[in-house]
């Protein structure tokens, strides 16, 4: 078990490291230079002096292996460069919207899990039943309709219709709790379907499948009442494609994150992303990515980890 | 000796894509108390969903019992609720399945799986059971049983996941144990090892055993009376000295005739059953060997032959008298 | 039978009666068929597009922005006067042509690459692989936002973003089913029938390995064409004049509280696409690989 995550970590610090050269080509790779093209975008910075003053500070004037060492270097230790824009450091634009975006993510990871798995084990028990294919086709639109079209049609409904949520903006929980919870209903809700109607129909073949294996015949023949077969010997080994998806569908949600901050107008990590793509902000859409990288590689560590403790196989191999 | 068990008329059928497939047709059959019965036929010709529905572990849908009775201790099995099944199901009536390698769950320790039904049973604390598993095991002849326990199954090479299915059965020193095709993945040392420890561990305790078969050399050795079963129907029964002697059903005769024997003179030919096993969602009329025995008469495209007696304790369900 | 020509065994994937039972299959899957009918009408909304809109969709008629619905205008007018219909209708077009293009060129690359690296494995398959993982942990969405801004907004742009980002999904799933496909017995018959190695790959593999990508193709033609209506809605796309529904959508969700259907008829457009494209891959799937009925494990 030990090797085995020793193995993992070290992959995935392989896979770090390619990915931060991706990411450092990105803005390097650009006819002219990311400090043009943000001028470009931003008429405040277009202007000579401006410019050469970025391009000392942003370290273009040095060889290319040295910048990307300097920038690997100051990422872990916080120092993130300067925003081109607001000229704020972009380790403390990060450390303000960090808590949005969790609060976002909390939220997702409630929907999608009190929608998804019930769905799917009802689905799976009452399978083949109008109940079943209801369900089923439900998640199928729930995997198919895009985020900012649900958006939409929700802060329609809700907003401009009925007047529930507010159609966008944030309240932070400690100024009114009351208002926080309001505005991140639909956002939380838009982005929780989708992995909802995933979740849905991962836990009803993968539960399926299991009920349909011999060893759950050993169990019933052993005289365990069909709950204990569920919980002790089905639930275990149901989860494990489960969790795959759920690490796969947390990379594939952080899309969705940005987008549901864009339309909800959430001053949070994403939000940040897009701005900066905008207004081609160079350090900050770095930092950005090698922040998504990170977190999608933490989660397929943890999957990892979690596949070890469900599947005693591979612990050994 | 005591009657134990009475199938009347036992009927399973599946529903599938092709139509009713008819698993199991009218069987009745009786197992008395410290007996061994055998029942031997080809894949598919009902006899493992015959052992499974007698613990109800048929799965449904496709499958449905649809008829009889399984008169148990006086007790009518398709009639019991769901708890009183549970509590027969591993206590009073084990099964140890084929196939040791799925029929274990591989996210489960050994010991506890041979613990549950002591647990479940028994109402053991986890500390105890997990004594007992560690003598079950040992009973089986696991060696370092106490330190295998907390090994999962595909630690374990095929010969032992199978002596653990075997513990997990005797645990709780069942009236019968039902063991369906035990040893076919295992070589045939091993499986000689296995059934001789079998057969010892139930004249121990004075259980009965099912052995579902398609090794006539099993039944042979093993098994006290046997059933042959031929496209969901018992063709014949018999004592296993008399169907091994003296086969009367043309079926039963065709088997025979297919394994070498030691008697035998060498030259013999091994004489092979002409034609396919029947399609089960597509009899054909009347007798469903007909198309394939050589002894077959006019009737037997008509009409389906029923059991009758021939001599003692010996019936088979044919219209010629071979 | 000829037995020196052991290719006689071997199953071709393409027999009349397979490719038969899969058309059965589909049609039999009431899901796909309703998938059919969506991807059927929408493109012949792309190609008929010009007998069908009632008006052209560049026509502006400035005295009548942002009308709700009228007999004249069914869908109501745009920002600047022009009919929302015609330039809905016109839209399909766009995203139809990104999503061929782009989920076409997106699996030639992945499924080449991913049979090279399944079946030669050593170097090739180290290389395919990491490049596959690095690619793994950043998002598609986000990544193409980057490489659109950094490339500039334009169809061709947006085709060649996304082919480069999601040619991996097809490579691991391809690599996958060559890894399973290699191993059966009928590829060491032809390995011994003395078959070159290309033809191996090509004539042997390839057919046999094929079926997971269909289904795939399906489903990734949906999310391509969400994903360029994205860019597009965050003006990074497609530019205007071009009818979009991307574009729609995104000037109409400025106006949504005074006229709500500018934003959601293309984004229902969107919606039903995706839909169309995603129900299409169940029966798919569903027809062509029955180890997998109804599931995505291999997507």
Redesign the interface.
């Known amino acids: 078990m030990k090797r085995y995550l020793a193995k993992r970590l070290l992959y995935a610090l392989l896979i770090l490291f390619l990915v931060s050269i991706l990411i450092f080509s990105i803005a390097r790779l650009l006819p002219g230079d990311p400090i043009q093209a943000a001028a470009m975008m931003n008429m405040d910075l277009a202007n000579e002096e401006i410019m050469d003053d970025l391009r000392s500070q942003f370290g273009l004037d040095r060889p290319v292996v040295l910048q990307y060492g300097v920038w690997v270097k100051d990422f872990f230790v916080g120092e993130w460069g300067t925003s081109f824009g607001s000229g704020e450091p972009v380790f403390e634009m990060f450390l303000r919207r960090l808590p949005v975006t969790l609060e976002l993510f909390a939220g997702y990871v409630f929907w999608s899990f009190l929608i998804g798995f019930p769905l799917g084990v009802i689905s799976a028990f009452k399978r ?1 039943t109008v109940l079943d294919a209801a369900i089923t086709s439900t998640a199928i639109v729930g995997i198919s309709v895009p985020v900012i079209w649900e958006a939409i049609v929700l802060i329609y409904l809700f907003s401009v219709h009925f007047q529930i949520f507010p159609p966008s903006g944030y309240v932070p929980f400690s100024e009114n709790s009351m208002e926080n919870v309001l505005c991140m209903i639909m956002p939380t809700f838009v982005l929780g379907t989708h992995s909802a109607g995933m979740y849905m129909r991962y836990v009803r073949s993968s539960l399926l499948e299991v009920l ?4 759950i ?10 709950m ?1 077969v569920i919980m ?2 089905a639930a ?2 149901a989860m494990i494609p489960v969790v795959t998806v759920i690490g796969i569908d947390w990379g594939y949600v952080i899309s969705g994150s940005f987008l549901v901050e864009y339309m909800f107008a959430l001053p949070g990590f994403g939000r940040m992303g897009i701005d900066a793509i905008a207004a081609r902000d160079y350090p900050v859409i770095q930092a950005t990515l090698l922040i998504v990288a990170l977190f999608i590689l933490m989660v397929n560590l943890a999957v990892d980890l979690l596949y070890g403790y ?4 591979v612990r ?1 191999k | 000796m005591a009657k134990l068990l009475s199938v009347n008329n036992l009927s399973v059928h599946f529903s599938t894509g092709n139509g009713v497939v008819k698993a199991v047709d009218q069987i009745s059959y009786e197992l008395n108390t410290g007996e061994t019965l055998g029942i031997v036929g080809e894949s598919g010709c009902g006899k493992s969903v015959s052992a ?1 529905s007698l ?1 109800r ?1 048929i ?1 449904n ?1 496709p499958g449905k019992i649809v008829d009889g009775e399984i008169l148990f201790e006086g007790r009518d099995l398709l009639k019991a609720s ?2 009183e099944i ?6 009073k009536i ?2 140890i ?1 084929q ?1 040791p390698m ?8 050994i010991g506890q799986q041979v613990a ?2 002591f647990m ?2 028994q109402q053991m604390k986890k500390k105890q059971a997990a004594a007992e598993a560690v003598k079950a095991l040992k009973k089986v002849h696991i060696p370092d049983s106490g330190k295998r326990l907390a090994d ?1 199954p ?2 374990f090479s095929g010969g032992m996941r199978q002596r653990a ?1 075997i513990a ?1 059965g005797l645990t709780c020193a069942p009236k019968i144990i039902i063991a369906d095709e035990p040893t076919t993945a295992l070589d045939v040392t091993i499986q000689a090892q296995l059934l001789t420890l079998m057969k010892q561990l139930t004249i121990d305790t004075g259980a009965a055993l099912i052995i579902i078969t398609h090794n006539l050399g099993i039944i042979a050795r093993y098994a006290d009376r046997v059933n042959v079963m031929y496209a969901g129907k018992i063709v014949e029964k018999a004592s296993a000295a008399d169907l091994y002697k003296y086969p009367k059903h043309p079926y039963a005769i065709g088997l025979m005739a297919s394994v070498p024997k030691l008697d035998q003179d060498v030259k013999t030919r091994l004489q092979p059953i002409e034609g396919q096993p029947p399609d089960l969602a597509d009899l054909p009329e009347g007798c469903a060997f007909h198309p394939r025995c050589r002894y077959k008469i006019e009737q037997c495209r008509v009409s389906a032959p029923s059991l009758r007696t021939i001599s003692d304790d010996h019936e088979i369900a044919c219209w010629v008298d071979v | 039978m000829n037995t020196k020509n052991t290719a006689l065994l071997i199953p071709s994937g393409k027999s009349r009666s397979r490719r038969k039972n899969v058309v059965f299959a589909i049609l039999a899957h009431k899901m796909a068929l309703v998938g059919v009918v969506i991807i059927v009408s929408l493109i012949c909304m792309a190609v008929f597009a010009p007998f069908l809109a009632p008006h052209d969709p560049n026509d502006q008629d400035l005295y009548r922005v942002l009308e709700g619905p009228t007999w004249e205008h069914l869908l109501g007018t745009d920002d600047v006067g022009r009919d929302l219909l015609s330039r809905v209708i016109f839209g399909a077009r766009i995203s139809l042509i990104i999503g061929i293009v782009s989920t076409f060129l997106s699996a030639l690359m992945g499924s080449l690459l991913g049979l090279i690296a399944g079946y030669k494995g050593g170097v090739a398959d180290m290389v395919i692989m990491r490049i596959t993982d690095t690619f793994m942990c950043l998002p598609v969405m986000v990544m193409l936002l980057v490489i659109v801004a950094v490339l500039g907004p334009g169809v061709e742009n947006i085709i060649i973003a996304i082919s480069v980002l999601t040619w991996t999904t097809f490579a691991r799933i391809m690599r996958g089913q060559v890894l399973y496909v290699r191993e059966l017995p009928y590829i060491e018959a032809a390995h011994a029938d003395g078959a070159s190695e290309l033809r191996i790959m090509f004539k042997n593999i390839l057919p046999n390995a094929i079926s997971p990508i269909i289904v795939a193709i399906s489903i990734m033609l949906g999310r391509h064409i969400m994903l360029e209506s994205i860019a597009t809605f965050l003006g990074l796309g497609v530019q205007p004049p071009t009818p979009t529904w991307g574009k729609a959508l995104r000037v109409g969700y400025s106006y949504l509280e005074i006229v709500p259907l500018y934003s959601i008829a293309p984004g229902l457009m969107i919606t039903l696409a995706v839909l169309g494209f995603n129900f299409l891959g169940d029966g798919l799937r569903d027809a062509l690989d029955p180890r997998l009925r109804g599931e995505g494990r291999k997507i």
Not at chain 1, 212 to 215: A, L, R, T, V
Not at chain 1, 310 to 313: A, I, Q, Y
Not at chain 2, 86 to 91: F, K, L, P, S, V
Not at chain 2, 102 to 109: A, K
């Open positions: 083949n349909g294996q011999d060893y015949r050993t169990a019933r023949a052993k005289g365990l009442k069909e204990a002790r010997h275990k080994p469900l599947d005693p196989r050994v | 499974l613990l572990l799965p849908p769901k708890e549970c509590d027969i199901r591993g206590n084990a099964m399945f196939e799925t029929s274990l769950n591989p996210v489960l320790t549950e039904p479940v049973h999962y595909h630690q299915m997990m």
